[in-house]
């Protein structure tokens, strides 16, 4: 998977392994959520549900299709937001 310029993961340090012998080296991106023990984080839960999208579901939140970057960048578990189970429970941060 390639990493576009300004990309959340543009400026993250990435290592290049390969899983078999004769194989090409993959990208694996290391990302770390800044963070600090005098920061509270507030979000509300949200259960994904069948139709869903990650423009939709920001739409809803934030009034603005466009934030979905939000909701990504506190989820950083899913990692293909096209195919989210029905029923995961996802982060949205409170604005």
Not at 2 to 10: A, Q
Not at 27 to 54: A, C, H, L
Not at 76 to 93: C, H, S, Y
Request: hydrophobic share 35%; aromatic share 18%; no cysteine.
């Amino acid at each position: 998977m390639p990493i576009y310029l300004g990309s959340r993961y543009e400026k993250m340090p990435i290592k290049f392994f390969s899983v078999k012998p004769d194989a090409d080296p993959s990208p694996t991106v290391y990302y770390q959520f800044p963070s600090s023990p005098t920061v509270q984080r507030n979000y509300s839960i949200y259960d994904w549900k069948d139709g869903d999208r990650i423009e939709s579901v920001a739409f809803h939140f934030y009034s603005y299709p466009s934030k979905w970057w939000l909701i990504a960048d506190n989820n950083p578990q899913i990692i293909d937001w096209l195919n989210v189970p029905v029923g995961t429970r996802i982060r949205i941060p409170r604005g």
